[in-house]
């Protein structure tokens, strides 16, 4: 219960401070940290408005999306406190919930009839299959490493103690801040600020949503970006007592939308072919991450 009250909490402000980064970066005073969550409160008081050639698909996507992120947040725990929702191999059921709706966002904006939005949709399916096994091998390999498969009790058995588990988790860190970047759009893979369709991915798919729908994708990013930063957290948490968990967690997250706000402001984006490149090279970390639990474990011969 603990974990999605902070996760809560976090989103509240994660995309806030990354805007505020960027403006500070760029010489400017920029919004307020809660801006981004005023501007989801007034889509939330407006009503949506349908195209005439869209179906029940277009309409129940953006809740199926919203529901599948909130599910997804329940299965994160908190260091030693479980999650919601915890049980045997429940990472698979992380990943699957997303995927589905990650599923019906695609659809939705091909349910449209865009050519444009089908385009978006088309890297959207193609970068979140790309980055799937960097997030398997990764969970995975600390799953070798604990003997266990559920993110409980792979976070309360994991103990870095050593220079070699130091490197594994800073790793584990790098390849969980890139996965969040992709499945959100965000730079170096997409401009969130673009307003080119040859070049949109995220922001083409929802040209077509208004109102509360568009609220609750936004919202939807929100907990994502936060969800992703708990489970940076769960590595270096461990056992803490909440006096000094609590504080930890809320220091990483505010370090991972720094460090947001610092990419989008002085990493270019990527060319479109070069993306998937760099995706699948996140699977290249995952798999030295898992060259390296064997390593500590002794299993080479």
């Given at each position: 219960?603990?974990s999605?009250?902070?996760i809560?909490f976090?989103?509240?402000?994660?995309?806030?401070?990354?805007?505020?980064?960027?403006?500070?970066t760029s010489?400017?005073?920029?919004p307020g940290?809660?801006q981004p969550v005023?501007d989801?409160?007034r889509l939330f008081?407006?009503?949506?408005?349908?195209?005439e050639?869209t179906s029940?698909?277009?309409r129940i996507?953006p809740?199926?999306?919203f529901?599948?992120v909130?599910?997804?947040?329940?299965v994160?725990?908190?260091g030693?406190?479980?999650g919601?929702?915890s049980f045997?191999g429940?990472f698979i059921?992380?990943?699957y919930?997303?995927?589905?709706?990650?599923f019906?966002s695609?659809?939705?904006a091909?349910?449209?009839g865009?050519?444009?939005?089908?385009?978006?949709?088309?890297?959207?399916?193609?970068?979140?299959?790309?980055a799937?096994?960097?997030f398997f091998?990764?969970?995975g390999s600390?799953?070798l490493?604990?003997?266990k498969t559920?993110?409980?009790?792979?976070?309360?058995?994991?103990?870095l103690?050593s220079?070699i588990t130091y490197?594994l988790?800073?790793m584990?860190?790098?390849?969980?801040i890139m996965?969040?970047?992709i499945?959100?759009s965000r730079m170096?893979?997409d401009?969130?600020k673009?307003h080119?369709?040859l070049?949109?991915i995220?922001?083409?798919?929802?040209l077509?949503?208004?109102?509360f729908?568009?609220?609750?994708i936004?919202?939807?990013g929100y907990l994502?970006?936060?969800m992703?930063g708990?489970?940076i957290?769960d590595?270096?948490?461990?056992?803490l007592s909440?006096?000094w968990?609590v504080p930890?967690?809320?220091?990483?997250?505010?370090?991972?939308?720094?460090?947001v706000g610092l990419?989008?402001?002085?990493?270019?984006?990527?060319?479109?072919?070069?993306n998937?490149?760099?995706?699948?090279?996140?699977?290249?970390v995952?798999?030295?991450?898992f060259l390296g639990?064997?390593l500590?474990?002794e299993?080479?011969?």
């Open positions: 219960m603990l999605i009250i902070l809560l976090t989103s509240f402000f994660f995309t806030g401070i990354i805007l505020r980064t960027k403006s500070i010489g400017r005073k920029g940290i809660l005023s989801v409160k008081r407006k009503g949506s408005v349908y195209s050639t029940i698909i277009f996507a809740v199926i999306g529901s599948s909130l599910m997804a947040c329940l994160v725990p908190f030693s406190y479980k919601i929702v045997d429940d059921f992380f990943a919930i997303l995927a589905l709706g990650k019906f695609i659809i939705s091909m349910d449209t865009s050519s444009f939005e089908g385009m978006g949709a088309s890297r959207e399916a193609l970068y979140s299959m790309f799937e096994p960097a091998i990764l969970i600390f799953a490493l604990t003997g559920s993110f409980y009790e792979i976070f309360s058995s994991l103990h103690g220079s490197m988790g800073g584990a860190a790098f390849v969980l996965i969040a970047m499945e959100n170096p893979v401009d969130p673009t080119l369709e070049t949109m995220h922001e083409v798919m929802i077509d949503n208004s109102g729908d568009l609220g609750l936004l919202t939807a994502k970006f936060a992703y708990a489970i957290a590595f270096f948490i461990g056992g909440l006096v968990a930890l967690f809320l220091f990483i997250q505010f370090l991972f939308a720094v460090m990419i989008e402001s002085f990493m270019a984006r990527f060319r479109m072919n070069h998937p490149q760099f995706i699948l090279a996140l699977s290249s995952s798999f030295l991450i639990v064997l500590v474990l299993k080479f011969v």
